[in-house]
């Protein structure tokens, strides 16, 4: 069964670096997502993405954060000076169409800024 | 008044019991609502998806939407020890891309 794919699955850095999420979205699909989760909180929607274009963000995502699909296969959440309220589980997810269509999650990258 | 409410539990049942999940919302213009399934340190899994009141079931689980009193559940009957997960709710609005999710339900099934 096809499967979202994320790396790497921990990422450890120091606060003031960049670092760069990557995910391998199902094949077929179109639209791609990143959801991030502080330890004991909510699933917080970040961004969607289509057609090589931001179709929607969140307050979160600001300035700091920008989104790529660099080829045909990866989308890249990248943080550009990260800091320390920036240590979450970082989600990827991606849906064939949209509106109707449900959101299949990756199984995060787990990222930690000291 | 938070967008979606969830009792985060934890709960724990006996394995054979039916576990019994809610949430409420304050947004009528919520239009899809979705049940996801998390293991400890792992994405979400989609379980159930649903757009209408009323009821679907797929195998054991159960989902039920009430628009009327913006309320929805799941349902898991006959559970098993490998249940043992975080339960989150999610709905989207029709035309909008992102999931609003509950803060989750973590269940224990005892065998």
């Known amino acids: 069964e096809p499967e979202v794919t994320q790396t790497p699955s921990h990422q450890v850095t120091q606060m003031g670096q960049e670092v760069i999420l990557r995910c391998v979205p199902i094949?077929?699909?179109?639209?791609f997502y990143w959801y991030r989760q502080i330890l004991g909180q909510k699933v917080e929607f970040l961004v969607s993405?289509?057609?090589?274009?931001?179709?929607?963000k969140s307050e979160i995502f600001d300035d700091q954060f920008s989104v790529e699909r660099p080829d045909g296969s990866n989308f890249t959440l990248k943080i550009r000076s990260t800091k320390l309220e920036d240590s979450a589980m970082y989600f990827c997810?991606?849906?064939?169409?949209?509106?109707?269509?449900?959101?299949?999650f990756g199984p995060g990258t787990r990222l930690l800024v000291l | 008044q938070k967008e979606v409410e969830q009792d985060p539990g934890p709960l724990s049942v006996p394995e054979g019991a039916i576990v019994s999940l809610n949430c409420t919302y304050s947004?009528?213009?919520?239009?899809?609502f979705m049940w996801y399934r998390q293991y400890s340190r792992k994405g979400p899994e989609l379980l159930m998806y649903?757009?209408?009141?009323g009821n679907k079931e797929d195998g054991r689980f159960t989902a039920q939407v009430d628009k009327s009193s913006k309320y929805i559940s799941l349902f898991i009957r006959d559970s098993q020890p490998s249940d043992s997960a975080t339960y989150l709710c999610?709905?989207?609005?029709?035309?909008?891309?992102?999931?609003?999710f509950g803060a989750g339900t973590t269940v224990t099934v005892r065998a």
């Open positions: 997810a991606s849906s064939e169409g949209i509106y109707q269509e449900t959101q299949y």
């Open positions: 094949s077929n699909h179109l639209y």
């Open positions: 993405f289509y057609n090589n274009e931001i179709s929607e």
């Open positions: 947004n009528s213009a919520f239009q899809y």
């Open positions: 649903t757009y209408s009141s």
């Open positions: 999610a709905m989207r609005l029709k035309n909008d891309y992102k999931l609003s």
